[in-house]
Structures are given as structure tokens and as C-alpha cells.
T-cell receptor, first 111, second 114 residues
Framework: LAKTTQPISMDSYEGQEVNITCSHN???????ITWYQQFPSQGPRFIIQ???TKVTNEVASLFIPADRKSSTLSLPRVSLSDTAVYYC????????????FGTGTRLTVIP | DGGITQSPKYLFRKEGQNVTLSCEQN?????MYWYRQDPGQGLRLIYY???????QKGDIAEGYSVSREKKESFPLTVTSAQKNPTAFYLC?????????????FGAGSRLTVL
């Protein structure tokens, strides 16, 4: 499984766009990239998933360069409620039996 | 509504006691997982199961045991052999389908050893 590396923490002011980058140099051909958000004392919840180029949904965008060795989660116009830990996972979508979480990125949104 | 139910939400244990954490899902998912989370840390995989009556150890299986007798249930037993069991435990599941490595998590169980 591909190992991921993320910044430990980030701060941002309300209303700004936040970009969190994840490095995954050993990503395999069949691997997808998935991002989760976790609030204190809650289970992580799915944000977005992609394989290449750009994916956008109602809460975030995911940018993946051609070499797929990194990915960037983009949160537009963050609010205080976006303060959370964000995890990047890389795994085989065809049936990986075990999915490993790293330490994630702790985002703090400042008023 | 479909989802994952973990119980109890809070549990206190005396040293030397075994405790079992319940995880039930009605999502018809094939794969189920147990993670442990310590304060300020990421999630670490304890055990996972892809199908009924089969499960594999994760990174930190020592001191834990699981069973998968039914598709919808994956209970975790924290045994007395687990020397530092105080933690937040999360159960998750996912469909066993292509492009579906998206996990659905329960609300978690917080275990405190007295």
C-alpha cells in the first residue's frame, strides 16, 4: 500500500480557500485517492475520491497531477465548522482488504 | 436509515477484565474494520474482515480478538492482554466492489480503564 505524507497542521482565516497536499510517491496503478474529515470524538466521514485530474463535489475539489504522486484537497471559503482533521488515503479500489490512515492534517479555521 | 451502530458509546473497565465492543451495520457491506485512535493521533488498524467467518490482523492486533459470524456484525473484544486499552475505538465498513474503497464509520466507542 502506498504511504502518504501530509502536513501535521494548518491554520486559515474564515472565508479563505484552503489547500491541503498529500504526497504518495509509491501510488500503484489501481490505487484511488480518498479524503476523509474527522471532528473530535466522531468517526471520519468521506469527503471526496479521485483517480486522476480533477474531481469536484459540493464540498471540495481534488486535484491530481498527471504523475499521481501527490494530490491536493481544496476547500473553498472555509468556515469555523471546517475545523477538523483531514486524512488522505491511497488504496486499491478493486478490493484492498486493509486501509491505513496516517496522522492527518489538523486544520484550524480562525475567525 | 442505513448505517453503522457502535455500542456502548462509553465504557469503563477495570484492569484485568475483558470487554466487548459491538458493531452492527445494515448497509449490506461485505468488509468491516476496527480502528483504534489515541488522543491527537491518527487511526490504527486493529482487525479487518472481508467476508463472514474470515478476518485478518491489522497493525496492532495484540490483545484484541474479533469474530465475524454474521455479515452485519463484527464485535471487538479487548482482552486483559491489551496493556493500554484506554482509547477511542472506531468501526467501519465498505462494500466489496470496484471503486468502492470508501469507508463508512460508526460514531465510536470510548473505552477507559480505571
Amino acid at each position: 500500500l502506498a504511504k502518504t505524507t501530509q502536513p501535521i497542521s494548518m491554520d486559515s482565516y474564515e472565508g479563505q480557500e484552503v489547500n491541503i497536499t498529500c504526497s504518495h510517491n509509491n501510488i500503484a496503478t489501481n490505487d484511488y485517492i480518498t479524503w476523509y474529515q474527522q471532528f473530535p470524538s466522531q468517526g471520519p466521514r468521506f469527503i471526496i475520491q479521485g483517480y486522476k485530474t480533477k474531481v469536484t463535489n459540493e464540498v471540495a475539489s481534488l486535484f491530481i497531477p498527471a504523475d499521481r504522486k501527490s494530490s491536493t484537497l481544496s476547500l473553498p471559503r472555509v468556515s469555523l465548522s471546517d475545523t477538523a482533521v483531514y486524512y488522505c488515503l491511497v488504496g486499491d479500489a478493486t478490493g484492498a482488504n486493509n486501509l491505513f490512515f496516517g496522522t492527518g492534517t489538523r486544520l484550524t479555521v480562525i475567525p | 436509515d442505513g448505517g453503522i451502530t457502535q455500542s456502548p458509546k462509553y465504557l469503563f473497565r477495570k484492569e484485568g477484565q475483558n470487554v466487548t465492543l459491538s458493531c452492527e451495520q445494515n448497509l449490506n457491506h461485505d468488509a468491516m474494520y476496527w480502528y483504534r485512535q489515541d488522543p491527537g493521533q491518527g487511526l490504527r488498524l486493529i482487525y479487518y474482515s472481508q467476508i463472514v467467518n474470515d478476518f485478518q490482523k491489522g497493525d496492532i492486533a495484540e490483545g484484541y480478538s474479533v469474530s465475524r459470524e454474521k455479515k452485519e456484525s463484527f464485535p471487538l473484544t479487548v482482552t486483559s492482554a491489551q496493556k493500554n486499552p484506554t482509547a477511542f475505538y472506531l468501526c467501519a465498513s465498505r462494500p466489496r466492489a470496484t471503486g468502492a474503497n470508501v469507508l463508512t464509520f460508526g460514531a465510536g466507542s470510548r473505552l477507559t480503564v480505571l
